[in-house]
């Protein structure tokens, strides 16, 4: 086989997988698995599983054939024929990505389903802050520092009632030799001491325009709503951002703030600030923990929001955080210029302004700066839905 046919079956796995990343399911993927012949799907992880499809589509050029059904019952996809057949050459249809349905950001987010492996380590213990992940099979957070996962026992959750979203401060026992932990004791979660925290679950209040002011500067931002702030310099270079925190400690707001790649001197400042939830990363690390970062950080604010929290959500240069997303994903389907899945992500970010009549209320600032004003998301969408404040 010659080098550039090599390439292109390369190009197409590549596309195949990102297929089956986006619209199947573990239980479409174990039902898919048994029809192309992968011994035992259901003892295989997510990641594993796609491999091991992929490997009997181009090593064992399966066709896709309806067997008898076998196993554990499942929910199939009405899509699921239709998928198969375009990555087995059995039907004329276009290419499945070229009619692929509107995106949802739930279509693009799932968090990992992996179980902790213990293994005979040194008794060591840490303290850890981070936001939990929660599915059917476990609970766990990456902590905000240094990225290390901790697992949370399902014991712990059920007497906390602990949620996707919630914000948990720990101590934890390392488990095995990948530097994974287990929670040990619990210390805070949303800011509350874990004994005295009472979970709420819903929100059913009225929605309103709340009439309430932020100030940052000579600045009277809209409370529960989106404000696009012009910011030509970088945060640390002047006294408003350190105020604006100041401000909302003394009223209230629980200040988190979210940044893709910020400089060095903007994070000596951050964590200068004892009363914010730091969720920015640093220049120079990878986009993939930037993804996540976004993730957790709509989690966290939209769970202290059913908490009847007053929330204040501050982006670091919107555009550059799309800008970020983009290098995230494979596929190239452009929306306004960024690719789909970074608009979703970034539209689900920006929609999470909004008041309820009880005072809970999520408000986003995103600063930008003059070369974001000819960006076409910024435009096309930023500018439409958002108050728009010059130096």
Do not use: W
């Not at 290390?148 to 712990?156: D, G, L, T």
């Not at 240069?317 to 929306?335: A, Y």
Request: with cysteine; glycine share 6%.
């Amino acid at each position: 086989m010659d080098i550039s046919l090599l390439a292109t079956r390369q190009m197409d796995r590549d596309q195949h997988k990102q297929m089956l990343v986006e619209n199947l399911g573990i239980f479409e993927l174990r039902a898919l698995g048994r029809e192309v012949g992968v011994p035992s799907p259901t003892t295989k992880k997510r990641n594993e599983l796609i491999e091991l499809i992929l490997d009997r589509i181009y090593n064992n050029n399966s066709t896709y054939v309806r067997q008898s059904k076998k196993g554990r019952p499942y929910k199939k996809l009405s899509n699921l024929d239709d998928i198969m057949a375009k990555m087995t050459g059995g039907d004329d249809t276009d290419n499945i990505i070229t009619q692929r349905k509107p995106l949802r950001y739930e279509d693009i987010v799932s968090f990992s389903q992996d179980v902790p492996v213990y293994t005979e380590v040194d008794n060591e213990t840490e303290e850890f802050k981070g936001v939990i992940r929660k599915n059917d099979v476990v609970a766990y957070f990456l902590d905000i520092k240094t990225g290390r996962k901790v697992f949370i026992p399902q014991k712990e959750s059920v007497i906390h009632g602990l949620q996707t979203g919630d914000l948990v401060e720990c101590e934890a026992e390392k488990v095995n030799a990948n530097n994974d932990f287990m929670l040990s004791e619990l210390y805070k979660i949303n800011g509350v001491d874990a004994s005295k925290y009472i979970p709420r679950f819903e929100v059913k209040d009225m929605a309103i325009i709340s009439k309430d002011r932020l100030k940052f500067g000579e600045h009277q931002l809209y409370c529960g709503r989106r404000n696009l702030l012009k910011y030509d310099t970088n945060l640390f270079e002047d006294d408003r951002f350190t105020e604006f925190a100041a401000f909302c400690k003394e009223n209230g707001y629980k200040l988190i703030t979210l940044g893709l790649n910020t400089c060095f001197e903007d994070q000596i400042m951050y964590s200068s600030i004892d009363n914010m939830v730091n969720m920015t990363t640093v220049y120079g690390t990878g986009y993939d923990v930037g993804f996540g970062k976004v993730v957790d950080t709509i989690s966290l604010a939209e769970r202290l929001f059913t908490q009847g929290e007053k929330v204040v959500l501050f982006v670091s240069d919107i555009v550059g955080l799309l800008n970020s997303l983009d290098k995230c994903f494979v596929e190239n389907v452009l929306q306004s210029g960024h690719k789909d899945q970074g608009v979703v992500i970034v539209q689900k970010l920006v929609c999470l302004g909004k008041a309820l009549q009880n005072g809970s209320s999520i408000t986003i600032v995103m600063t930008y700066g003059e070369n974001s004003t000819n960006d076409l998301f910024f435009k096309n969408e930023l500018e439409k839905i958002s108050s728009k404040f010059e130096n």
